[in-house]
């Protein structure tokens, strides 16, 4: 989001209200989680296609790159808000690892493949 003077929408978070604040954030929060799940459903169209290196490096070319972006602003953002962006990064590992999403051990298996 970007103001007409193209200054982005973080230099603008210290002008406003808490509540102010709060909305911002859920419009910043809510545009991300459609953005990242898009690109999650062009990515799971293709996953056969492709190897285990090149969905990780397209999943951080298209959807961490979106979520690390000004997550500083996002340390006093409310439990929904974070509990948004979780769900990416679950759908995203599954995505990585090649499972669904509720198929028994499945947080096991990312413990160990993540980590």
Same mark, same amino acid.
């Given at each position: 989001?970007?103001?007409?003077?193209?200054?982005?929408?973080?230099?603008?978070?210290?002008?406003?209200?808490?509540?102010?604040?709060?909305?911002?954030?859920?419009?910043?929060?809510?545009?991300?989680?459609?953005?990242?799940?898009?690109?999650?459903?062009?990515?799971?169209?293709?996953?056969?296609?492709?190897?285990?290196?090149?969905?990780?490096?397209?999943?951080?070319?298209?959807?961490?790159?979106?979520?690390?972006?000004?997550?500083?602003?996002?340390?006093?953002?409310?439990?929904?808000?974070?509990?948004?962006?979780?769900?990416?990064?679950?759908?995203?590992?599954?995505?990585?690892?090649?499972?669904?999403?509720?198929?028994?051990?499945?947080?096991?298996?990312? #413990?160990?493949?993540? #980590?």
């Amino acid at each position: 989001m970007t103001h007409s003077s193209g200054r982005s929408s973080v230099e603008y978070v210290e002008h406003v209200s808490v509540n102010s604040f709060r909305f911002i954030i859920s419009i910043i929060v809510s545009n991300v989680y459609a953005k990242c799940f898009f690109w999650l459903c062009q990515l799971r169209r293709v996953r056969r296609s492709l190897d285990v290196e090149s969905v990780k490096t397209l999943v951080h070319a298209f959807i961490t790159t979106r979520l690390d972006y000004c997550n500083c602003v996002l340390a006093g953002a409310s439990r929904s808000a974070t509990d948004k962006l979780q769900r990416v990064l679950n759908a995203e590992a599954r995505l990585v690892s090649g499972t669904r999403k509720f198929d028994r051990g499945l947080s096991r298996l990312l #413990h160990v493949d993540l #980590h």
